[in-house]
């Protein structure tokens, strides 16, 4: 395994749809594996393809229940309205409250190839949303409500 670097806000990379990964290779799961040991290493709770240089479908997730693979993530199912902060290893330093669901499902391959539906409230909705937007290009800015001042936060871990 080894610590990638994470792109910046700024590289063209961030702002491109990523393509679906057609076939899990060797690679794919060293990628895998590769985001979990840099996410981890940046104090993250997620990280997508992207955000290390590769336009491919993927990206993990771990709010501290496990890292959750996402190969091809879809979102079919959201409900309700959730407004909390965010942060995003791309963009280092910078908080906003941002307007997701409260509950989503997400259809996609593990690291296995095997479909798995994951069903999810609050964090994890948030992070699966936020992690799925980078797959298309966005970034967690472009739906900023406020910036807000990571002092005021209550829990700052929690962004």
Do not use: W
Request: glycine residues 8%.
């Amino acid at each position: 395994m080894a610590i990638r670097n994470i792109l910046k806000k700024g590289d063209e990379t961030l702002r491109k749809r990523s393509r679906d990964v057609g076939e899990i290779t060797v690679k794919i799961i060293t990628l895998l594996d590769d985001m979990a040991e840099t996410m981890a290493s940046a104090n993250g709770v997620g990280l997508a393809a992207p955000q290390v240089g590769l336009l491919r479908r993927i990206a993990i997730i771990d709010i501290g229940d496990g890292v959750i693979d996402l190969i091809n993530p879809v979102l079919i199912e959201q409900e309700g309205v959730q407004t909390e902060a965010e942060g995003c290893l791309s963009i280092p330093g910078i908080q906003g409250i941002v307007e997701r669901p409260t509950r989503v499902v997400v259809e996609a391959l593990d690291r296995h190839g095997k479909l798995q539906r994951i069903e999810g409230e609050e964090l994890i909705a948030r992070a699966l949303c936020h992690e799925i937007d980078h797959l298309d290009g966005i970034l967690f800015e472009d739906k900023v409500i406020r910036y807000v001042d990571p002092a005021e936060l209550e829990d700052p871990e929690e962004v």
